[in-house]
């Protein structure tokens, strides 16, 4: 059974920096696609950044493709969002989630994890 967990989660300052973490469990990062994921109250959860063997590392909202970078360590079975010059906007509950592929929406994800709140305010 595939499992991911989420870390790395809380409160940073305007333009400051958090790297997330993602540990996955039951499935090869070799194999799956990881995506991270973020949902702020009141909007749509919408897709950040993908990395797969095949499709590489995948920009999946353009306008945080500059600050926002995706890695994976498979020997630690761990895939990274590193959020740099972070805003206000950017406050949201983050998450990753697994499929065959990269996916621009929610529902191409079959897999999930539970989420880490990532809050930016001075």
């Known amino acids: 059974q595939l499992q991911l967990v989420e870390s790395g989660g809380g409160l940073v300052q305007p333009g400051g920096s958090l790297r997330l973490s993602c540990v996955v469990s039951g499935f090869s990062l070799e194999s799956y696609a990881v995506a991270w994921f973020r949902q702020a109250p009141g909007k749509e959860r919408e897709g950040l950044r993908c990395?797969?063997?095949?499709?590489?590392?995948?920009a999946l909202l353009l306008r945080v493709k500059d600050r926002f970078t995706i890695s994976r360590d498979n020997a630690k079975n761990t895939v990274y969002l590193q959020m740099n010059s972070v805003k206000p906007e950017d406050t949201a509950v983050y998450y990753c989630?697994?499929?065959?592929?990269?996916?621009?929406?929610?529902?191409?994800?079959?897999?999930w994890g539970r989420g880490t709140q990532v809050t930016v305010s001075s």
């Open positions: 989630a697994a499929d065959a592929l990269c996916g621009n929406y929610p529902g191409d994800f079959h897999s």
């Open positions: 990395i797969s063997t095949r499709e590489g590392n995948i």
